[in-house]
């Protein structure tokens, strides 16, 4: 809940966004999969393309894909569009995309019960692909003990919805503080409790690798976690199919090297995830998040002009 030095103005306004978020989970809930999905696509791919975040789409799309010409690059942000507003639709129904209700099936389960009966913990990682909070509940379903991290909501009554929400699909959510040394995250990869983790958004304190045969700056917190606590780094994917159902695939393994140079050995890990992450993209480009800002002022900076 708010803190001592919140404003009973912020406080106010923080109140009024929570009632109107629940509002749009009760109807779209009430909707049902289906329809909820629908209109949250209906609704982003009419309203993105008119706002700021647009031209944010498309000079991702420019750097991601030079050769694309500037039709294709349209039509590849309004389908990106109507997927996110899906996903965000979505969200509010998680309970409902099981694979006991036929939307969700999970490639490499077998390798996620050897990870469970292992008794060890692993460093899941991915990105913002499709309807992403399908994966941690993939791993939970699988009998995984895991740890969720997320970052925190600003709005704390919001926040607190979003959690309950999770907690009806299994998920248990927790922001980490202080980043990767989080107490409450190293004591759970102490007792054999893996972690879970995005690590496709910028980082600027990050290491520099390559991202679509540019630089970005990724957090190293996946890697460092996995060679100190001598661990994989076991990637997830998944990709949206018809029917609001998604395949959720659990990857090899990355394994990595301790050479001696701690700092080359997390730098290596970080750019093995990256690579995983854009490999997955280029696999299914309509399903990334495309709206963030994803790499750093001066490659935006060196865009050409757009004919």
């Not at 109140?15 to 049902?32: K, P, S, Y």
């Amino acid at each position: 809940m708010p803190g001592e030095k919140t404003s009973l103005a912020q406080d106010l306004a923080w109140r009024l966004e929570a009632v109107a978020f629940a509002g749009l989970t009760t109807l779209l809930r009430a909707l049902g999969v289906e329809r909820a999905s629908d209109f949250g696509g209906w609704l982003l791919r009419t309203l993105g393309p008119k706002t700021g975040t647009h031209r944010t789409v498309i000079r991702n799309l420019r750097i991601a894909f030079p050769e694309m010409n500037s039709a294709d690059r349209e039509r590849l942000a309004l389908e990106s569009w109507e997927r996110t507003g899906r996903t965000f639709a979505e969200t509010t129904l998680l309970d409902r995309i099981t694979m006991e209700s036929g939307r969700l099936e999970i490639v490499g389960l077998d390798r996620l019960h050897a990870i469970r009966d292992s008794g060890r913990p692993v460093v899941f990682v991915s990105g913002h692909l499709a309807c992403f909070e399908t994966m941690p509940a993939a791993i939970l379903a699988a009998g995984v003990p895991c740890q969720i991290t997320y970052r925190a909501i600003n709005n704390p009554y919001v926040d607190a919805q979003v959690r309950a929400a999770r907690a009806r699909y299994g998920v248990k959510l927790f922001a980490p503080k202080g980043g990767d040394g989080a107490r409450e995250l190293l004591a759970g990869l102490e007792r054999g409790e893996s972690v879970a983790l995005m690590n496709d958004q910028k980082f600027n304190e990050g290491p520099e690798v390559t991202f679509f045969g540019q630089p970005v700056n990724a957090a190293p917190g996946p890697s460092r976690l996995a060679l100190r606590f001598g661990t994989v780094l076991q990637p997830m994917s998944v990709v949206r199919l018809p029917g609001v159902r998604f395949r959720v695939t659990a990857h090899e393994p990355i394994v990595l090297e301790k050479t001696g140079d701690r700092p080359a050995d997390v730098a290596r890990g970080v750019q093995a995830v990256t690579t995983f992450v854009e490999e997955r993209v280029r696999e299914v480009p309509e399903d990334w998040f495309w709206v963030h800002k994803r790499w750093p002022d001066k490659v935006y900076a060196a865009l050409s002009p757009e004919a």
